[in-house]
């Protein structure tokens, strides 16, 4: 796949799944072959460069994805800190 194909479909894809929180971790490994981590600031990098399609996302979906990045990064993040106190 085209570099530009992937990141208009890494796009697609987080669009469709903004309502769920933005989609499983083995829907994101089977789609793209990355961890969420890897694909949380991939999406991240491409909204805040306004990358490809995200150059024309409407705002408020710019801002919702953007949120949903965060969340899910810091989620990993705590769940990792979480890990090594058990």
Not at 12 to 34: K, N, Q, Y
Request: with cysteine; net charge positive; hydrophobic share 35%.
């Amino acid at each position: 796949m085209h570099e530009t194909d992937n990141t208009n479909y890494m796009l697609t894809f987080a669009r469709r799944w903004r309502h769920w929180g933005g989609g499983s971790g083995e829907d994101i490994l089977v789609e793209f072959g990355l961890s969420q981590r890897e694909y949380f600031r991939k999406l991240l990098s491409l909204l805040d460069q306004r990358i490809g399609a995200a150059a024309d996302l409407p705002l408020p979906i710019r801002q919702q994805l953007t949120q949903i990045c965060h969340l899910r990064l810091r989620d990993r993040r705590a769940q990792r800190g979480q890990d090594r106190t058990i």
